[in-house]
Each structure stands twice: as C-alpha cells, then as structure tokens.
C-alpha cells in the first residue's frame, strides 16, 4: 500500500504539530457535507469543511438538483397533489425492492415534510409548477415532477400515484452542463458560511487521526503535495461520497443485490484515489464498522424499467434516498448507533465522532 492510498489511522501521539483545528471537521463540501455543516455551524460549533476540489459542491452542484419527499410538502399541495406518509410509504416499500428496509423507509418518509422545510429554511427556492411531460428532468424552472414511476402499473394500483420529484428553481438550464444541483448546492454552501462555517479547498483527506482508546480526533491530508494536520475537537464527519465504483468496498460492504457489475467511472478511479476513500478511512483498524452500517451505498442499478424509483436510489442527480443516510458513531465506539440518524440534506455522510448540540 502506497502513502497515496494508505487508510490507517494515524496516533495522535506522533502528531507533533497542526496546521488547523476547530470543533468539527468535516470531509467533503458536498450536500452531504454542506448539511452537516449548517447543522453544525447552528448549533454553535466552530465548523472546518474540507474538499478536495477547488470549489464547492461536489457531484450535487453537477446533478439535476432532484430531492425525493414527500408526504404532503407544501410544494406538492401547492401543484393540487394529495399525498400523505403511508402512501408515499406504501410505494417506497414496494417499489424498493426484496430486502427493502421498511423502519428506515418508514422514518424517511415521517421525516419527509420536515426534511422540505429544512431545504426552504436554508434558502432553497422551488417554483410551484408541476412539470408534466416524460424526460429526465424539467427543461425549465418547474419545481415538481414525477420521478419514480410512482404513476406507472403495477405501482399506481398499490399507491395513490403522487409525483415527488422536487426540483430547486433553476433558469437557463442546459442538460449536462447547468441543472439545478446547482441551485441546491449554492443556498446549502451560503447557509453554512453564514452561520460561521469555514472551508479548505483542495485538501485531500487521507486519514483519520486518533487516541490509542480509539477516540477520533482529527483528520491528516495533503494539500499542493504537501501534508497537513488538523485537529478535531469535538467530531469528525466524513461527506466523501459512496463507493459505488469501489468494487473491493462493494464487494465487501454491499449486499450482493444491491451491487451493480460493470459501471465504471473513470473520474473515480484515479491513480492514487479510489472512490470510497473517505469511508475507507472510517472502516480501518479504529474506525470499524459492521458491514449492514454500510449498505447505503448507490450500487444498485435497474433490474428492469419501473422497478426500482430511480430517485431513491440511483445517482441521476437524485440525492436524497431513503438508503443513503448520514450514521453516527460516538467517539470511542466503532458502530452505529441508530440508522436513522441522517444529514438534512441528503447525501452521503458518516460520522466518525458524535456531534452533540
């Protein structure tokens, strides 16, 4: 294993000096990362977020912006669209398949609505208009569609269909180039920033820095080639992505099927950085985890059309899925605690370090 790809933790004990601290430091400045942040920075935490890039954003601010609620939101109601949180559970828990995970889908769903006001209260704008036509995602500024084949047979005879697919406002769209992700991301990153939170850009985080109990309490990377420390007072939260294009992870942490031969993306299999790297760190000899804390990653694509909702579960520039949760791990424990600890936003996020307000 090269120092590129190492993923052991390091002792605080050999740490001599560090080049940044705050109470806590998250990896990654994704959705999953930019939640983690508010939420922080809200409670009063001196908050440090970490990316790798050299701006915000992450893949969110690339995708199509779509966020699955439900429930009754007051975008829905607003577009003359009844929904309630056992019909949009009833279709989850079919549409998602054999082995679906019916408490966590059953918590998603109550939390739906909340999860909405979370979104406006940051900033995030959704125009009340119902976009109608089949696509991958409203050619204009609609703020609503069907996204999951909730109106579709057999699902429409299970569940009263209601669309679900909501969609920051976003004008002069261009597919493939600017959707509404970025629309999603700017209002989540201004909200953090807002609150106190600060950013590091083209930092690699690399690996975890802990006490000989195990305690997680910081994070070593590279910037510009060069090494840097920095010191996690409270917690660390790793928002690094999932490790879908993994096939080691996947293989080992990924339930066989929900695991997708064949994709590959070369964006994320770069010498040196191999998807999954940031949960790699939290899976190492100090950050342990049971293999069913990580079945959230997307590696599950379609069996067949209409059976899986592609806004619960693949990448689409859908972000916020039912098994796709942020999980919470106290400092000095290597588990999870309650699955149903999640970031607001969506995304992918693992919590290394409890954060308590």
Not at 198 to 209: E, P, S, T
Not at 239 to 249: C, Q
Not at 255 to 279: I, L, N, Q, Y
């Amino acid at each position: 294993m090269t120092p590129d790809t190492d993923v052991t933790p390091v002792l605080a004990a050999s740490i001599t000096s560090r080049d940044h601290e705050a109470d806590v430091v998250i990896a990654g400045y994704g959705v999953a990362g930019a939640a983690a942040a508010v939420e922080a920075a809200r409670c009063g935490a001196e908050v440090l977020v970490l990316e790798r890039t050299g701006a915000r954003g992450g893949v969110a601010a690339m995708a199509g912006g779509f966020i699955y609620l439900g429930g009754g939101t007051p975008l829905q109601k607003a577009c003359g669209f009844d929904d309630s949180v056992d019909n949009m559970a009833a279709f989850l828990n079919v549409a998602m398949g054999p082995g679906a995970d019916e408490n966590r889908t059953a918590d998603y769903c109550a939390g739906s609505v909340a999860h909405f006001g979370w979104l406006i209260d940051c900033g995030v704008p959704f125009k009340a208009e119902f976009f109608s036509d089949p696509g991958w995602e409203p050619m204009g500024d609609h703020g609503l569609m069907y996204s999951g084949g909730e109106n579709a047979y057999p699902f429409n005879t299970i569940a009263s269909p209601a669309p679900r697919g909501h969609v920051p406002q976003m004008s002069n769209k261009k597919q493939g180039e600017a959707s509404a992700g970025y629309m999603l991301m700017k209002p989540l990153v201004e909200t953090a920033t807002a609150a106190g939170a600060r950013a590091l850009y083209d930092v690699r985080v690399q690996r975890l820095i802990v006490e000989s109990d195990g305690r997680v309490v910081g994070i070593r990377g590279r910037k510009y080639g060069g090494q840097m420390t920095i010191r996690a007072r409270t917690g660390v939260v790793l928002a690094t992505g999932s490790f879908a294009y993994n096939d080691a992870m996947a293989a080992r942490f990924a339930r066989a099927d929900r695991r997708t031969p064949g994709r590959v993306d070369p964006t994320a299999r770069r010498a040196g950085h191999p998807d999954g790297a940031g949960v790699g760190c939290g899976s190492g000899p100090h950050g342990r985890h049971r293999s069913r804390d990580l079945h959230r990653p997307s590696t599950t694509g379609a069996r067949h059309p209409g059976q899986w909702p592609r806004s619960a579960l693949r990448h689409r520039g859908h972000l916020s899925r039912p098994d796709r949760a942020a999980h919470a791990v106290p400092a000095g424990q290597h588990r999870v605690p309650d699955h149903r600890r999640r970031c607001p936003g969506g995304g992918d996020g693992l919590v290394v370090a409890q954060v308590s307000c």
